[in-house]
T-cell receptor, first 113, second 113 residues
């Protein structure tokens, strides 16, 4: 079964609003990353947060990590129509030692102009 | 900078046919992986490699073979195509697993009839 699950599965907001999506995972991790996928394209890396970090910012993105709850959230502030995409979290499972890098099921974000 | 190059972009196969999906990267990354993406399932790991000559199975390896004879190339072979293998396939590479960003190809859309 997959390591990560995003919530909600789909989200529709107005331009200018904030979008929050959550990721839950099952096993201990070293790092968690968030990726964006525009329709029909490959994934693009957004941000990486390490297990000893609690919060990280990059431009309009804010990521939090709660290792005790095995969850992370991605906040996109002041959303734009161009933010319309699917967003995935990805984790490296520890202590599997198998070097597997597992993605969640994704959140489809639609930003209405 | 080519990044990760996947070929072909589209392919239609008949049930029982075999084919190889090509993946090449020019970033000297040790870690390469193959994922399939199906609606509502996110990305599922098929096989991965931590370096030339080293491969291992992911979450859904059945029906697929891989080899890694060079650092640059990581082809995915479908041995006997089945309709259940209809999917979009993505190849990814990274310097290491989990703690550096992964770069994705643009995907191969495969239909098995």
């Amino acid at each position: 079964s997959q390591q990560g699950e995003e919530d909600p599965q789909a989200l529709s907001i107005q331009e200018g609003e904030n979008a929050t999506m959550n990721c839950s995972y099952k096993t201990s991790i070293n790092n968690l990353q968030w990726y964006r996928q525009n329709s029909g394209r490959g994934l693009v890396h957004l941000i990486l947060i390490r297990s000893n970090e609690r919060e990280k910012h990059s431009g309009r993105l804010r990521v939090t990590l709660d290792t005790s709850k095995k969850s992370s959230s991605l906040l996109i502030t002041a959303s734009r129509a161009a933010d319309t995409a699917s967003y995935f979290c990805a984790t490296d499972a520890v202590p599997s030692g198998t070097y597997k890098y597992i993605f969640g099921t994704g959140t489809r974000l639609k930003v209405l102009a | 900078n080519a990044g990760v190059t996947q070929t072909p972009k589209f392919q239609v196969l008949k049930t029982g046919q075999s084919m190889t999906l090509q993946c090449a990267q020019d970033m000297n990354h040790e870690y390469m992986s193959w994922y399939r993406q199906d609606p509502g399932m996110g990305l599922r790991l098929i096989h991965y490699s931590v370096g030339a000559g080293i491969t291992d199975q992911g979450e859904v390896p059945n029906g697929y073979n891989v080899s890694r004879s060079t650092t640059e190339d990581f082809p995915l072979r479908l041995l006997s195509a089945a309709p259940s293998q209809t999917s979009v396939y993505f190849c990814a590479s990274s310097y290491s697993v989990g703690n550096t960003e992964a770069f994705f190809g643009q995907g191969t859309r495969l239909t098995v009839v």
